[in-house]
């Protein structure tokens, strides 16, 4: 009895690379699969002080950042195909720079040790009384700042809530704080969501002895995206807040015009005259602004999201950072997306005046086609008639030179000596003579007409 044999995988050859036992990789394959790995969360040993400054890269090209990272010490020879990635992670002795670039704007995160006087129980402190890059290079950041914030890590006693939340309020310089409990728990974030006069936002994260590098990079970046989404998201507030007067406008004109159309008050190359240049700038608006609207309802989503994954717990007397974001930010949200269905609506709207417009003309081209037809119809029966009569006195006056020349063949008939008389003769010949004409006429008229 024969018995089947397994076939057996191919080894790869001693000191070689393994042999694949794949189909042909997809070309997108190792960048589609890696894409999880291209933004990783920094390790940041606590304490320590995060400097994040996010500038729209709107007109900025990689060249003109990638020459800005190559100011820094030892950056020099910096290729610009290590910013393909759109991730850079530079390391430093002392600090790290990264620099990340997204679709709207590029990210520049420094990662330094937090100044001894800065830590908790500090009085407003200073944070950048020795920075680890030069004032000018932040300065020189190609772009128009968005975001700044100054986050300071640092570790506590978390057991004492009203001690800890005193000392916080002293870091901060005695302002009212919004603050949370991140993870159920595991850490504090407070901060004043307030800009000051050095440019900066101040976020403080208070975390237990003994917090993991991980954890803290992942505190860190979670906070960081939060604000810098929930301000992206923001954007399309104003551009709603411009649009309203128009909008305003383009609603009373297309009731106006719809209100024509209803009473038939004014003609149809005027209502079209007035419906295309209201067609027209309303079109517009959308082309120019909802990328915008889309934008800010993906920022929205994504703050909608980092607030979820801090996991917060509240602080008894103090609003956390997602509920005191979300009473002001769901406002301007709603505000965004209102304008957009409205902007939506409005093109709607114009497209159905636009058919009934469209109808209306419609009806009213048949109405005078079917009169152009019917003036046609009357001029062919005048034609025919006219024709008809035309027929008649041509027969007739065919008839009158027949009968004229046999009058005329009579007469010489009789002064040849033939015993005739013209006159009668021609006169008996005349009904004879009518008919001939009519009938040959008719003939050349079937033979006109036959296919």
């Not at 507030?237 to 406008?249: F, N, Y």
């Not at 209100?259 to 190359?269: C, G, I, P, R, T």
């Not at 003036?375 to 009569?389: C, I, M, P, Y």
């Not at 027949?402 to 021609?426: D, Q, W």
């Amino acid at each position: 009895m024969n018995v089947p044999v397994a076939s057996k995988t191919p080894s790869a050859p001693a000191g070689g690379a393994p042999v694949s036992l794949l189909p042909p990789d997809d070309p997108q394959r190792a960048s589609l699969h890696n894409e999880v790995h291209s933004r990783p969360s920094a390790r940041i040993r606590v304490p320590a002080l995060i400097v994040h400054v996010a500038v729209l890269n709107e007109g900025i090209s990689r060249e003109m950042e990638c020459e800005h990272l190559r100011r820094l010490p030892g950056q020099q020879t910096l290729a610009l195909d290590q910013l393909s990635g759109n991730f850079l992670h530079l390391r430093f002795d002392d600090h790290t720079v990264k620099w990340e670039r997204h679709t709207e704007f590029t990210g520049y995160v420094i990662v330094m040790p937090l100044p001894d006087a800065a830590l908790l129980g500090a009085a407003a402190p200073v944070l950048l009384s020795a920075p680890a890059v030069a004032p000018e290079w932040l300065r020189g950041i190609p772009g128009r700042t968005v975001s700044a914030i100054h986050l300071a890590l640092v570790t506590g006693d978390l057991s004492d809530e009203r001690a800890l939340m005193g000392l916080g309020q002293t870091w901060f310089g005695g302002h009212t704080l919004v603050a949370s409990q991140l993870g159920n728990g595991h850490s504090w974030a407070l901060t004043e969501f307030r800009i000051g006069p050095d440019g900066f936002e101040r976020m403080l994260v208070i975390a237990p002895p003994g917090t993991t590098d991980t954890r803290a990079g992942r505190i860190a970046q979670r906070l960081l995206e939060l604000e810098t989404y929930r301000l992206m998201a923001l954007r399309g507030l104003p551009v709603a807040k411009a649009l309203g007067p128009m909008l305003s406008q383009a609603e009373a004109a297309l009731s106006d015009i719809t209100a024509q159309l209803e009473n038939k008050s004014a003609s149809e190359q005027d209502l079209l005259d007035t419906l295309v240049s209201l067609a027209a700038q309303v079109e517009r608006a959308t082309a120019e602004h909802s990328y915008r609207f889309a934008a800010t309802r993906a920022y929205d989503t994504l703050v909608g999201q980092r607030i979820t994954e801090l996991r917060e717990k509240a602080i008894p007397g103090t609003q956390m950072l997602g509920e005191f974001m979300q009473r002001r930010l769901s406002p301007a949200m709603a505000t965004v997306a209102a304008t957009a269905q409205r902007l939506t609506s409005l093109s709607q709207r114009i497209s159905r005046a636009s058919a009934l417009l469209r109808t209306r003309v419609d009806i009213a081209t048949e109405v005078q086609n079917q009169q152009l037809l019917e003036k046609l119809t009357r001029g062919q029966e005048l034609q025919l008639r006219l024709q008809s009569t035309v027929e008649g006195l041509s027969i007739a006056a065919i008839s009158y030179y027949v009968v004229s020349l046999l009058l005329y063949g009579g007469k010489a008939l009789k002064a040849s000596g033939v015993p005739v008389n013209p006159e009668i003769a021609t006169g008996a010949l005349i009904p004879l003579v009518l008919w001939a004409v009519w009938r040959t006429t008719r003939r050349i008229h079937e033979k006109i007409r036959a296919p």
